[in-house]
């Protein structure tokens, strides 16, 4: 993992790669259309299942968000705005065009935000249960607030799949030190205001790329009625509701999310043609 690269021909599996002032931890794996897979809030390794699956039609490019996995956190960074553009960034950097980006939770947010900055490079969207538009109004919380939970009850509501007893006293140093910088990265991200941006409602409307967006039906963190606001902000948006499916789309329904992105990014081709 210590290797650097400094374009998109040289990389194949995990790698650091320097772009600006950010040493970025970066998996690279499969052949085909670019993809670039943005995380949620337990880091890339959560994602493995999914990064497997499409990296069968794709070449997917699985980021370390700044300050999560191993990835540097710059002081200058504060925002997922700032998440935003520095992915612009790897873009420009890798000279990758025609890319699909995808984004979970988390990284749903943040490829919201790249969106609306309107980059030529991005020719399709999926947004998987993305947090971004307001999350409260003045009397309702809309999405349950995970910095007031205890991290069991976080777990149980994320997901429909049983979960696993951990032992956190068992686990390698390594493995430890990456649950808590991706809990912190998020705590600096998404504390206030709420796992939102709350000028972003306002700016979906400049989305031109063609976007999917994928629910769990049953969404214990950022119920349906949040994901269906959400997608009719945004232009032609397509919402696709997933049975017995919870917030971790890419732990309870991993395959189905993948066969949603194949057959959205072929209609896309077909429809183009």
């Excluded at 980021?63 to 992915?87: K, N, Q, W």
Aim: aromatic letters at 8%; hydrophobic letters at 45%.
């Amino acid at each position: 993992m210590n290797s650097e690269a400094t374009n998109a021909d040289s990389l194949s599996g995990p790698h650091f790669l320097q772009v600006g002032d950010v040493r970025l931890e970066l998996l690279v794996k499969g052949e085909g259309r670019p993809l670039l897979l943005l995380h949620g809030m337990d880091g890339i390794e959560a994602m493995a299942p999914l990064v497997d699956l499409l990296a069968a039609t794709h070449k997917v490019y699985a980021p370390s968000h700044p300050g999560f996995g191993g990835s540097d956190l710059p002081r200058s960074f504060s925002t997922v705005d700032d998440i935003a553009y520095f992915y612009l960034d790897l873009l420009d950097q890798l000279d990758l065009r025609d890319v699909l980006v995808a984004g979970f939770s988390f990284g749903g947010w943040i490829a919201a935000e790249m969106l609306v900055k309107n980059s030529g490079r991005l020719a399709l969207a999926v947004l998987g249960a993305p947090f971004g538009i307001e999350t409260a109004h003045r009397k309702d919380r809309r999405v349950v607030d995970i910095f007031m939970c205890d991290g069991g009850t976080v777990e149980r509501k994320s997901q429909v799949t049983p979960v696993q007893k951990l032992d956190l006293a068992a686990l390698p140093e390594d493995v430890l030190e990456r649950r808590v910088r991706n809990a912190e990265a998020t705590m600096l991200y998404g504390w206030s205001p709420y796992m939102c941006n709350p000028k972003l409602r306002h700016r979906l409307h400049r989305v031109a790329t063609p976007t999917l967006l994928l629910w769990g039906e049953d969404d214990a963190i950022a119920p349906l009625d949040y994901g269906r606001d959400y997608a009719a902000l945004i232009p032609q948006a397509v919402f696709e509701a997933i049975p017995n499916c919870g917030h971790r789309i890419y732990v309870d329904s991993a395959e189905a999310a993948a066969r949603s992105i194949n057959t959205f990014a072929l209609r896309a081709v077909a429809a183009a043609a």
